[in-house]
C-alpha cells in the first residue's frame, strides 16, 4: 500500500490568487495522478503527473490553469491558477500501486474561493 | 462515451437489512471494475474489485457484462456500513479511472 500525505488540508483564497497543493507519497510510485471532485460531483481526472516530462492533462484541462511539478518518484504538486469561485472542489492527489490497479487517495485538499 | 452511472444519490435501510448499490457502465473494452468507500472524516479506499471476485466486509459485487453492471451486495447491513460509495472503472493498462458520483448509504439502527 501507499500512504500519501497533502497539503493544505483545506484552503479559503481570493478570486484571481494561486494556490499551490502538495502531494507525498511514502514510496516511490511511477503513476501520480490529481483528480478534482465539485461539489455534489463526481471525482474527474485532471491529469497524469510524469516524473521527469510534462504531465499529461485530460480533455477540459489545459496547463496553463493546472501547472504541475512531479521532481521525483515521491512528490508532485498542483497549482490552480487564477482562481475564480468555480474552482471551488476538492483536489485529491492519487497514486496506483500494490496489486494490480488499486488507486491509493491522499485526504484531499478543500478550496474555497471567494 | 465512457461513463459510470450510480442512479441513487442516497440509499437508506435499516439495520439487518440487505442493501444493493446499482452500478452501471459504458466503455468500448474490457475495464476494470472497483468499488470504493469513504467513511466520515477518511480517505477514499477501496473496497473491492471485480477480478478479486471476494467478498469484503460483507460486501460482494458481481460484473454482468451483459447489462454492464457491477452493482454492490450485501445480505444483512450494519450501521458501520453508513459511507459514501463510489463505483469506479479503469481501462486495460491505463491506471486512470472514471468515477461514478457516488451513492450515500446511510443504515439505520
Known amino acids: 500500500s501507499a500512504v500519501i500525505s497533502q497539503k493544505p488540508s483545506r484552503d479559503i483564497c481570493q478570486r484571481g490568487t494561486s494556490l499551490t497543493i502538495q502531494c507525498q507519497v511514502d514510496?516511490?510510485?511511477?503513476?501520480m495522478f490529481w483528480y478534482r471532485q465539485q461539489p455534489g460531483q463526481s471525482l474527474t481526472l485532471i491529469a497524469t503527473?510524469?516524473?521527469?516530462?510534462?504531465?499529461?492533462?485530460e480533455s477540459g484541462f489545459v496547463i496553463d490553469k493546472f501547472p504541475i511539478s512531479r521532481p521525483n518518484l515521491t512528490f508532485s504538486t498542483l497549482t490552480v491558477s487564477n482562481m475564480s469561485p468555480e474552482d471551488s472542489s476538492i483536489y485529491l492527489c492519487?497514486?496506483?500501486?500494490?496489486?494490480?490497479?488499486?488507486?491509493?487517495f491522499g485526504q484531499g485538499t478543500r478550496l474555497t474561493v471567494v | 462515451a465512457q461513463r459510470v452511472t450510480q442512479p441513487e444519490k442516497l440509499l437508506s435501510v435499516f439495520k439487518g437489512a440487505p442493501v444493493e448499490l446499482k452500478c452501471n457502465y459504458s466503455?468500448?473494452?474490457?475495464?476494470?471494475l472497483f468499488w470504493y468507500v469513504q467513511y466520515s472524516r477518511q480517505r477514499l479506499q477501496l473496497l473491492l474489485r471485480?477480478?478479486s471476485r471476494e467478498s469484503i466486509k460483507g460486501f460482494t459485487a458481481d460484473l454482468n457484462k451483459g447489462e454492464t453492471s457491477f452493482h454492490l451486495k450485501k445480505p444483512f447491513a450494519q450501521e458501520e456500513d453508513s459511507a459514501m460509495y463510489y463505483c469506479?472503472?479503469?481501462?486495460?493498462?491505463?491506471?486512470?479511472?472514471?468515477f461514478g458520483t457516488g451513492t450515500r448509504l446511510k443504515v439505520l439502527a
Open positions: 492519487s497514486v496506483v500501486g500494490g496489486v494490480g490497479t488499486e488507486a491509493f
Open positions: 514510496s516511490q510510485v511511477t503513476m
Open positions: 503527473a510524469n516524473q521527469g516530462s510534462e504531465a499529461t492533462y
Open positions: 466503455y468500448s473494452g474490457s475495464p476494470e
Open positions: 471485480h477480478i
Open positions: 469506479a472503472l479503469s481501462g486495460p493498462g491505463t491506471y486512470k479511472y472514471i
